[in-house]
């Protein structure tokens, strides 16, 4: 017997944009840490970056910050390059699904001592549109009285206020 597959949860754009900005950070973590860069060749390893995010779905903007002097031991001579480390890096990434909006990011907490990657910024027309309501002094929405209501009394800020 070959099991069933089951049907896939849905997710709101929110959710499936957390989820692919977490996969986006832990990509560059894992794929880039260990390359090989020095004080001159920083920049273009986080330009490099930034283009590869790009490419993925979601993405609206990505912004790479890599500080060698951040990193371990540098070589001698010749081969005067460190490795890339988790200290060093400092990752933004923006994603967009229609008008929902997150930003995250991945960056190295020293008290930690550990590379954190958090979501810094969730954009949604509903939470918007409260936050804008609320700071007015006025609600967002105007309700309807529901049928069991009792009819009552409008008010100036939209709720039903009961008759009885």
């Known amino acids: 017997m070959t ?5 896939a949860p849905a997710l709101s754009a929110r959710e499936r944009l957390m989820f ?16 090989p860069l020095s004080a001159r060749t920083a920049p273009g390893l986080a330009r490099a970056i930034e283009s590869a995010v790009r490419l993925q779905p979601y993405v609206a903007g990505a912004r790479v910050r ?7 031991p540098l070589g001698r ?9 988790a200290e060093m890096l400092h990752v933004t990434v923006r994603l ?6 997150v930003t995250a990011r991945l ?3 020293p ?7 958090t979501v810094d910024r969730i954009e949604s027309p509903l939470r918007s549109a409260r936050r804008s309501a609320r700071s ?11 049928a069991g209501s009792g009819g009552g009394r409008r008010t100036l800020r939209g709720r039903a206020r009961s008759s009885r």
């Open 3 to 7: 099991p069933r597959a089951r049907p």
């Open 20 to 35: 692919e900005a977490g996969i986006k950070l832990g990509g560059v973590f894992h794929q880039y840490l260990g390359t």
């Open 66 to 72: 890599i500080r060698p002097a951040a990193g371990g």
């Open 77 to 85: 001579g010749r081969y005067a390059y460190r490795y890339l480390t």
């Open 96 to 101: 967009a699904d229609g008008p929902v909006k």
């Open 107 to 109: 960056a190295h907490r």
């Open 111 to 117: 008290d930690l001592r550990y590379p954190l990657m």
């Open 136 to 146: 007015a002094g006025r609600r967002a929405r105007r309700r309807r009285p529901s």
